[in-house]
């Protein structure tokens, strides 16, 4: 599975953007796409993910309300609406999946991916 992200810039605060993760490859038995990001200093921490199947969504506290995920099955592409971004959210942003789907307690871990994007640069500054 080849994953490519798109979509990143620069943002001041309260601004919104739109990240694009397309699939390409080997798509048939992958069943979930999770964004990452990881700021300068930081570990790798993941976001929010979305079911490829049924469209299940799961956001991390500090993105909820904020993030939206979605997908369009016919383009094995997934979507990630960021709204009210704020300085914290700079990162470099990356879109995974693996084969299968983890349990739940690994879904938000990176070691629980196989397949990653190349990363965007996501900057929100005044």
């Known amino acids: 599975v080849q994953l490519q992200a798109s979509g990143g810039g620069l943002v001041q605060p309260g601004g919104s953007l739109r990240l694009s993760c397309a699939a390409s490859?080997?798509?048939?038995?992958?069943?979930?796409m999770t964004w990452f990001r990881q700021a300068p200093g930081r570990e790798r921490e993941g976001i929010s993910y979305?079911?490829?199947?049924?469209?299940?969504?799961y956001y991390a506290d500090d993105v909820k309300g904020r993030f939206t995920i979605s997908r369009d099955k016919s383009k094995n592409t997934v979507f990630r609406q960021m709204d009210n971004l704020k300085p914290e959210d700079t990162a470099v942003y990356y879109c995974?999946?693996?084969?299968?789907?983890?349990?739940?307690?690994?879904?938000?871990?990176?070691?629980?991916?196989?397949?990653w994007g190349q990363g965007t640069q996501v900057t929100v500054s005044s």
């Open positions: 995974a999946t693996t084969w299968g789907l983890p349990p739940d307690s690994r879904r938000m871990l990176p070691a629980a991916y196989e397949f």
């Open positions: 490859g080997s798509t048939l038995n992958y069943y979930i």
């Open positions: 979305i079911s490829t199947s049924d469209g299940m969504t």
